[in-house]
C-alpha cells in the first residue's frame, strides 16, 4: 500500500465534499448569476474587480473548484507514476477523472444557458437533478479509488448470490433520493428568493408551481429507500458477516434515519441555508458510506493457492 497516496486519495475526497457544499451556498443564495452568462472569465474578467458580494461568492466557489480539478489530475498522475499497468487503483483515478471533467461541463452549462439565480425552468430542474447524480458518481469513484489506494480488493461481481443486484437498486434509489433532494432544495431557494409565489409557507396545490408540487415527492422517496437500506444491511451482513461490513452496513441505516429526521426539521425551519447545507452534507456522507458497504460486500476473494501436490510413491520391485 502506498501510504502517502492513500492519505493525498482521502483528502481529495474530504476537500470535495466542502466545495460540493459551497456549490449548494452559491445555489440557496442566489449568487449562481455573479459572474454572469461568462465561463471560465467572472463577468469577462479572470480576476474581477471590486466584486459585490454575489459575485464574490460565485467567483470563489470556481476557484475552489479549479483546484478540485487541479487535485484530481494530481491523482491521476500519481496513480500512473505509483501503480503498474492495470492495477485497479489506476482505473478508479481515470474514471475519477472522467466525472471531473463532466463535473465542470455541467457547472459551464448552467451558467452558459442562465439555468441560475431565479431561473424556474423545468430545464434547470432537470440540469440541476442531472448535475446531482454526476456529483455522487463522481465522489464514488473518488471514494472507491482512496479506498483501493488504502488496501481494498477489487469488486467482482460474480460469486456474491444477489448481492449484486441488492446493492445496485441501493445506489440507484440513494441516487434519486438525492436528484430529487436537488429538486425540492431548488424549489425552496426560488421560493425563498421570491422567484415563486407564495414563500416557503406556501402550501402544496394542484395550482402550486411544479417545482413546489414536486417537493412532495423527496420525503416519499427517502422513506422508501430509507426503509430499504434495512433490508440492504440484513442481506449484506448475512452474507458477509465479517466486522467491515457489519460496520458499514448499519452505519448506513443509521444515517438513513438521521437523514430523515433532518430532513423533518428542515422543512419544520422553513429550510433556512445553513440547514439546507447540513442536509446535503449528510447526503454525501449517506452516499459514500453505501459506496463503501457495495466495495466491501463485492470484494473479489483473494485468489486460493493450493499447495502443489506430493509425487506420488512409485511402488519398489521385489529384487529377483
Not at 153 to 169: K, S, Y
Not at 219 to 241: D, E, M, N
Request: glycine content about 12%.
Amino acid at each position: 500500500m502506498n501510504r502517502r497516496f492513500a492519505i493525498f486519495a482521502w483528502a481529495n475526497v474530504a476537500y470535495n465534499l466542502l466545495v460540493i457544499l459551497w456549490g449548494a451556498f452559491v445555489r440557496a443564495t442566489g449568487s449562481g448569476a455573479g459572474c454572469g452568462a461568462h465561463w471560465p472569465l467572472c463577468d469577462g474578467q479572470v480576476i474581477p474587480r471590486a466584486p459585490g458580494t454575489e459575485q464574490l461568492i460565485e467567483f470563489s466557489h470556481r476557484l475552489t473548484s479549479g483546484v478540485a480539478l487541479l487535485g484530481t489530475v494530481a491523482l491521476l498522475v500519481w496513480a500512473f507514476r505509483a501503480y503498474e499497468r492495470g492495477h485497479h487503483v489506476r482505473r478508479g483515478a481515470v474514471v475519477s477523472m472522467a466525472f471531473m471533467l463532466l463535473e465542470a461541463l455541467l457547472g459551464a452549462g448552467l451558467v452558459l444557458f442562465e439555468l441560475v439565480a431565479t431561473n424556474v425552468s423545468a430545464a434547470r430542474a432537470v440540469a440541476v437533478a442531472l448535475h446531482l447524480a454526476n456529483t455522487f458518481l463522481l465522489l464514488a469513484a473518488l471514494t472507491i479509488t482512496a479506498w483501493w489506494a488504502s488496501g481494498g480488493a477489487p469488486i467482482g461481481l460474480r460469486g456474491h448470490g444477489q448481492l449484486p443486484w441488492l446493492l445496485g437498486v441501493g445506489l440507484v434509489g440513494t441516487m434519486l433520493v438525492g436528484s430529487s433532494g436537488a429538486i425540492t432544495a431548488l424549489g425552496d431557494t426560488l421560493l425563498q428568493l421570491g422567484a415563486l409565489p407564495g414563500g416557503v409557507s406556501q402550501s402544496i396545490g394542484p395550482d402550486s408551481h411544479p417545482l413546489v408540487r414536486l417537493r412532495v415527492l423527496h420525503p416519499i422517496i427517502g422513506t422508501l429507500v430509507g426503509l430499504y437500506t434495512i433490508v440492504l444491511a440484513r442481506a449484506v451482513t448475512a452474507r458477509r458477516p465479517d466486522p467491515t461490513a457489519r460496520r458499514f452496513a448499519w452505519g448506513l441505516v443509521g444515517l438513513f434515519c438521521a437523514q430523515i429526521l433532518i430532513g423533518g426539521l428542515n422543512v419544520t425551519l422553513k429550510a433556512p441555508v445553513w440547514m439546507q447545507l447540513v442536509h446535503l452534507l449528510m447526503a454525501d456522507l449517506t452516499w459514500i458510506c453505501l459506496v463503501l458497504l457495495t466495495a466491501v460486500a463485492l470484494a473479489r476473494p483473494a485468489a486460493i493457492t493450493h499447495p502443489a501436490p506430493l509425487p506420488r510413491a512409485q511402488p519398489t520391485g521385489m529384487a529377483g
